[in-house]
């Protein structure tokens, strides 16, 4: 069975232009996190999704925006990008079966987006 | 308030049992974890526990739960160098166990041979 899979691996951009990421779940997988990893802040919950609907959101500005698709795959997207957007963005797929009961989170190899 | 506090730095040798504390503060944590995270990886799930358990044990890992003091332990016997990473503890937010987690920031593992 196939893991969490982001894309890219790696990205550099520039300040002030957006970014997507892409993340699909394990097969049969229904929720889909995100979190920004950095060396000042460490592991930080960013939003999940659950039915193509935002069931949850951490603590970040507007420019960071998520969605689902139907086939659980998700995206995040970071507009306007800041030197300190500069981390590992990691994406965690849970199964979820009956809408709130999430015991095992398993995580991708993460995005690692450098802004310069 | 949620917060989840490790400490930063545990040095082993070779063979010996390695304990791992974590402390955090949310008492209506339903579900306790551990990652692991090697050198340019993600994040391993190594085991988790149930709140109203006191202890979990899978193979060479020991997780203990006082969840009086909001106190987590991860111990591993007979640590390898492979098992040098950094190691998280991670507390789920909320009754309705949706899937935001909180995690601490995480304590480096150094295994001398």
């Known amino acids: 069975k196939a893991g969490v899979t982001q894309t890219p691996r790696y990205l550099i951009k520039t300040r002030g232009q957006q970014v997507t990421l892409s993340c699909s779940p394990i097969s049969g997988h229904r929720s889909v996190s995100w979190y920004q990893q950095t060396p000042g802040q460490g592991l930080q919950f960013l939003f999940e999704y659950f039915s193509e609907t935002q069931r949850n959101k951490g603590n970040f500005p507007g420019r960071f925006s998520g969605r689902q698709f139907s086939n659980s795959r998700s995206e995040m997207n970071v507009s306007t990008l800041e030197l300190g957007d500069s981390a590992l963005y990691l994406c965690?797929?849970?199964?979820?079966?009956?809408?709130?009961?999430?015991?095992?989170?398993?995580f991708g190899q993460g995005t690692r987006l450098t802004v310069v | 308030g949620e917060d989840v506090e490790q400490s930063l730095f545990l040095s082993v040798r070779e063979g010996d049992s390695s304990v791992i504390n974590c402390t955090y503060t949310d008492s209506s944590s339903t579900y306790l974890y551990w990652y692991k995270q090697e050198p340019g990886a993600g994040l391993q799930l190594l085991t988790y526990?149930?709140?109203?358990?006191d202890m979990k044990q899978d193979q060479r890992l020991t997780v203990l739960l006082n969840k009086k003091d909001k106190h987590l332990s991860l111990r591993i016997a007979d640590t390898q160098t492979g098992d040098s990473a950094i190691y998280f503890c991670a507390e789920s937010i909320g009754s309705s166990n949706t899937g935001k987690l909180i995690f601490g920031q995480g304590t480096t593992l150094q295994v001398k041979p």
């Open positions: 526990i149930f709140s109203n358990m």
């Open positions: 965690a797929s849970s199964l979820d079966r009956n809408g709130y009961s999430n015991t095992e989170a398993f």
